[in-house]
């Protein structure tokens, strides 16, 4: 027998993004946000209501990055989002975040997130609070490459969103191999 919740945003897993955009000063500020995701091969989709410091900084410099939140960033992650930029301008700096220029779009890189998507904005309908950015690059600390060059997913360490219990949880392990275990049903 189910359990009947009605409607409520509990999806699992829910990203935690960090988005980083570059005030009209120059300053780097950040948000935390869960709910967003790949929408085309090179597109992203965030859910971001327009009254967040870091919408505006978007929307004013037409580019963004977005890192996922990390088990060892858990503190300052979880800071850039229940503090507000328009509240407190250098909120990156106090939560100990670190900030260099993304080489392909005008929007800081936070250093202690080794994985990024560099994006241009595409969108924003502040009704839907729908921002959508192309993603022109992705880049990566090579400590949290594998021997193949590629990301590992255990040296990047992300975490998820847990919407039922207002918590942070580490992804778990390898259960199965995407585009072939299926295979053995044909």
């Known amino acids: 027998m189910r359990k009947n919740f009605g409607a409520k945003p509990c999806l699992y897993p829910q ?10 000063d120059g300053t780097p500020d950040a948000m935390n946000a ?12 965030l859910c971001l209501s327009p009254g967040h410091k870091t ?3 978007i929307l004013s410099r037409g580019a963004f990055t977005v890192s996922m939140a990390t088990a060892s960033t858990v503190v300052p992650c979880d ?18 975040f670190h900030a260099s220029k ?16 560099e994006c241009k904005l595409i969108s924003y309908d502040p009704e839907s609070c729908r921002l959508v950015g192309e993603i022109v690059n992705v880049c990566a600390e ?22 039922v219990h207002h918590a942070y949880l580490r992804l778990g392990e390898k259960v199965g191999n995407a585009f072939s275990d299926g295979a053995k049903l044909k």
């Open 55 to 57: 919408v505006k900084n």
């Open 34 to 45: 869960a709910w967003g995701g790949i929408s085309e091969a090179t597109e992203i989709s």
């Open 142 to 163: 090579e400590s949290i490459l594998d021997e193949n060059g590629k990301i590992d997913p255990k040296k990047l360490d992300p975490i998820t969103f847990d919407p």
């Open 15 to 24: 990203p935690v993004f960090i988005i980083a955009a570059y005030a009209e």
């Open 79 to 96: 800071y850039v989002g229940i503090v507000s930029g328009n509240d407190v301008p250098d909120k990156l700096v106090r939560a100990g």
């Open 102 to 117: 993304a080489e392909f779009v005008d929007a800081p890189l936070i250093d202690e997130l080794p994985m990024a998507l």
